[in-house]
């Protein structure tokens, strides 16, 4: 059973920067795509990054483009994502997610539990 845990998230003025982890457990993940997702209050959940565990192709929402990064370490199996110029519209609930079959479904199957990002003005 796949299994994913955030961390990394806290209270940061507007400029600042945050990294998030994502420790991956329960696979393997040859062939999952990964992917960082955030949801605002009142707001639907948008997809922010995803990245290809075995190639390292990424994928980044236009809203944070230039200003976030994804990773993964392949071997220590966790998923980081970088964000700096940090702005308070970022601020939401961030989780991570993982997809065996996305390819084909486009659909992402384990959820982490979520950390909450707030950036002050």
């Known amino acids: 059973q796949v299994q994913l845990v955030e961390s990394g998230g806290g209270l940061v003025q507007a400029g600042g920067s945050l990294k998030l982890s994502c420790a991956a457990s329960?696979?393997?993940?040859?062939?999952?795509?990964m992917g960082w997702f955030r949801q605002a209050p009142g707001k639907e959940r948008e997809e922010v990054a995803r990245?290809?565990?075995?190639?390292?192709?990424?994928v980044y929402a236009d809203s944070v483009k230039g200003r976030f990064t994804i990773s993964r370490d392949y071997l220590a199996r966790t998923m980081y994502l970088q964000m700096d110029s940090l702005k308070p519209e970022d601020t939401a609930v961030y989780y991570c997610?993982?997809?065996?079959?996305?390819?084909?479904?486009?659909?992402?199957?384990?959820w982490g539990q979520g950390t909450q990002v707030t950036v002050s003005s």
């Open positions: 329960g696979g393997p993940f040859t062939n999952y795509v």
């Open positions: 997610a993982a997809s065996q079959y996305y390819r084909n479904t486009g659909l992402f199957d384990y």
């Open positions: 990245i290809n565990w075995n190639g390292g192709s990424t």
